[in-house]
């Protein structure tokens, strides 16, 4: 059973949307049920911030998407995550460590999903995402 809703939305929203419809072949209506489903996967429920970010970045412009994309976790970040995994397989972690392993590993799991996301609306849009992440 399928529900009706009538939705007011802004102008920009609007174009956005019908750029998308028009990328795709799809009408405004689909393009939106579409960005729906995307942005509210039932399988796995994240943060609301988390999921904020990830849905507002279908409102971002292709350039910005594929920035988004190529981010990466701060290299002193990155460096940070494995001195502590190493160290993590030699000799074990204290409580401090721990808690900033676990911090560092949530930070670079929020990028990889930006990232992936990112990848996705531009592969929707019709992109050749093939070389994006391998940077």
């Not at 609007?14 to 689909?30: E, K, M, N, S, V």
């Not at 990155?78 to 560092?104: F, I, V, W, Y």
């Amino acid at each position: 059973m399928a529900q009706t809703v009538i939705l007011e939305l802004p102008d920009q929203l609007y174009r956005h949307l019908a750029g998308r419809a028009a990328q795709t072949r799809r009408t405004i209506a689909d393009e939106l049920l579409s960005t729906l489903i995307d942005a509210l996967p039932e399988a796995v429920v994240l943060p609301d911030e988390l999921a904020a970010t990830l849905a507002a970045l279908a409102l971002l412009d292709d350039d910005e998407l594929v920035r988004a994309a190529q981010s990466h976790l701060a290299v002193e970040a990155a460096a940070e995550l494995e001195e502590l995994h190493l160290k993590q397989q030699r000799e074990g972690l204290t409580a401090p460590e721990a808690d900033t392993q676990a911090a560092l590993t949530q930070q670079y799991e929020r990028a990889m999903l930006v990232r992936a996301r990112s990848a996705t609306l531009l592969k929707e849009r019709g992109y050749d995402v093939s070389g994006l992440l391998r940077r």
